[in-house]
């Protein structure tokens, strides 16, 4: 099946500092995955950080990039300078185009990762 | 904006006893999802609905109906709650289900069975 797999957390970085959170993914049954970074601030609901749905191009969203690689399958959260406000839980995600209508625009997710950033 | 408002917050059951989680938004959504969180793991899809009526079995659909009435409603029901199961339930709703457009979270329901 599908699958997606996050750094292991919790990350804890000091304010300024950069930021990698890995992410690679398998998509067996998915022909064109589309990938999505969601972010749950503290109190607040999942909501979308950014998203690629091509192969090759980078999303960006408040200071964090992330780059589609299909070779590596791997589409790694990075932010060169991070602030306190970025602490919260990263989740990686694969979805399918949907092109087809064989399947739906279902997310699978990875387990999140806790970002912790000290002032 | 929209919002999506589950209720409640927090359920507390018993074994063996049903459960009943609500869900609704007011974005006009025609797709809406119910996923569950296990600590330490990632998300995971129960039910989805692409409309009013319809219902479509997620990975993790054995023990729990839902039930799609209205467009602006997603409810789920744990058939039979498990004893010692702890678990977050995430409500979601996207624009439709074809163009991989963005989800919209709830705050989620935790649930504990004693």
């Known amino acids: 099946g599908d699958s997606v797999t996050q750094t292991e957390g919790p990350v804890t970085v000091s304010e300024s500092e950069s930021l990698i959170i890995n992410c690679t993914y398998s998509a067996t049954s998915i022909a064109y995955p589309n990938l999505f970074w969601y972010v749950r601030y503290p109190g607040e609901g999942l909501q979308l950080l950014l998203k690629v749905i091509t192969a090759g191009q980078k999303g960006s969203s408040r200071g964090f990039e992330a780059t589609y690689n299909k070779e590596t399958t791997s589409f790694h959260l990075q932010k060169a300078s991070v602030q306190e406000s970025d602490s919260a839980v990263y989740y990686c995600?694969?979805?399918?185009?949907?092109?087809?209508?064989?399947?739906?625009?279902?997310?699978?997710f990875g387990h999140g990762t806790i970002l912790r950033v000290h002032p | 904006g929209g919002i999506i408002t589950q209720t409640p917050k927090f359920l507390i059951g018993q074994e063996g006893q049903k459960l009943t989680l609500k869900c609704q938004q007011n974005f006009n959504h025609d797709t809406m999802y119910w996923y569950r969180q296990d600590s330490g793991k990632g998300l995971r899809l129960i039910y989805y609905?692409?409309?009013?009526?319809?219902?479509q079995k997620g990975d993790l659909s054995e023990g729990y109906d839902a039930s799609r009435e209205k467009k602006s409603s997603f409810s789920l029901t744990v058939t039979s709650a498990q004893k010692n199961e702890m678990a977050v339930f995430l409500c979601?709703?996207?624009?439709?289900?074809?163009?991989?457009?963005?989800?919209?979270f709830g705050h989620g329901t935790k649930l504990s069975v004693l």
């Open positions: 995600a694969l979805g399918d185009d949907g092109g087809t209508g064989a399947n739906t625009g279902k997310l699978t």
């Open positions: 979601a709703s996207s624009i439709d289900s074809f163009s991989n457009e963005r989800l919209f």
């Open positions: 609905s692409i409309t009013e009526n319809d219902l």
